[in-house]
């Protein structure tokens, strides 16, 4: 097990490591670069020459690289210009990290907790009205962009019938105590419950948007999974042993239809910043998300830089995570 760990964390790195190559050039690519970022409409022919050189731009491209690589690993991504200007880049991201974290668990929560029962009962009802039913409606999860899915429920829920909140986080009134970030846990943990339920409101309908494709892609790999191990020898010699539903359920059909079902929810988790970023922008939910794509927009290239490259790193931890659960439920992988 510790061999299969070790060769996933040096694939891990390898993988890192490429992509910040990829990162550092598309960053050079840009119109403009990051001099034209910082200075604006005061750049001159001077002022750009200087920072140029201030910045290590004049000197050759592995060198720059090298530098790069230095200053990430230190954790200095420079100064955001426009997202939260005069701030640390990597401060931004800490800051915005909370609040895109409480959405993603929520969104991925709901994805699960809906998508796998509802998958395995369809499978078992295979062909049924409720089967087509529910194939439908997951098509339709898949099908629809998560931006007209977010502004659809804000419209109805928020505007037309003012159940839930529009945007933000929490209300302008709310006095609460802050602790981890996490607003819904820090009105738990502090004992105000009315902050609490105030963050969990704002939280619901972004979540509920976010959670839209990976319901229906785990739903889809669920009941797919689960027909596969159905038509296995080893469920029909079970059920002809006269052994009880719950035991055939639970020892023979979920254990084994849950491995690719595992992976699902792993690459969903690792993808639900793609889907944050549209979400948070139309919910004005200040997140990781609505930080990327202010900073894309406005070309705060610091704070770009450090958030593209988290993403990346904390998609790869993630899938990595889910290799070690695989390899505990399916020993067979630790050999390959």
């Known amino acids: 097990m510790l061999r299969f760990v070790l060769r996933r964390l040096l694939q891990m790195c390898v993988v890192v490591l490429v992509l ?55 954790g200095e991504f420079g100064v955001s210009t426009k997202v939260l200007p005069g701030t640390d880049a990597l401060d931004v991201f800490l800051t915005r990290l909370p609040a895109t974290i409480e959405l ?18 369809a499978a078992r009802r295979a062909g049924s009205a409720v089967d087509t039913t529910t194939v439908i409606f997951s098509l339709i999860g898949v099908a629809v962009p998560v931006f007209f899915t977010a502004f659809l429920l804000k419209y109805f829920f928020a505007v037309e019938w003012n159940l839930l909140p529009v945007s933000g986080r929490q209300s302008t009134g709310i006095d609460a105590t802050r602790v981890t970030g996490l607003f819904v846990l820090d009105g738990i943990l502090t004992r105000e419950w009315d902050a609490a339920w105030d963050a969990l409101k704002h939280l619901i309908l972004p979540a509920l948007a976010l959670a839209t494709i990976p319901f229906a892609v785990i739903f889809r790999i669920t009941r797919a999974s689960v027909l596969d191990v159905l038509d296995e020898d080893y469920v029909r010699t079970a059920e002809a042993k006269g052994l009880s539903t719950g035991v055939i359920r639970s020892r023979h059909v979920l254990r084994n239809a849950m491995l690719p079902v595992l992976t699902t929810i792993g690459l969903q988790a690792g993808g639900l910043l793609a889907g944050a970023v549209l979400t948070e922008t139309v919910f004005s939910y200040r997140g990781v998300g609505e930080a990327l794509a202010t900073s894309f927009r406005e070309k705060d290239y610091a704070v770009l830089q450090v958030l593209i490259l988290a993403a990346a790193v904390i998609y790869v931890v993630i899938n990595l995570l889910v290799d070690i659960a695989y390899a505990v439920i399916d020993p067979r992988i630790r050999t390959r």
Do not use: C, H, N
């Open 20 to 74: 910040s190559m990829l990162l550092f050039a598309w960053l050079r690519s840009l119109p403009g670069g990051p001099v034209s970022a910082i200075l604006g409409e005061r750049q001159t022919p001077e002022r750009r020459a200087a920072l140029e050189a201030a910045l290590g731009l004049d000197e050759p491209l592995p060198v720059q690289y090298q530098k790069f690589l230095q200053r990430v690993l230190q």
């Open 104 to 121: 993603a668990v929520l969104a991925l929560l709901l994805a699960v907790v809906i998508g796998i029962p509802l998958g395995y009962f």
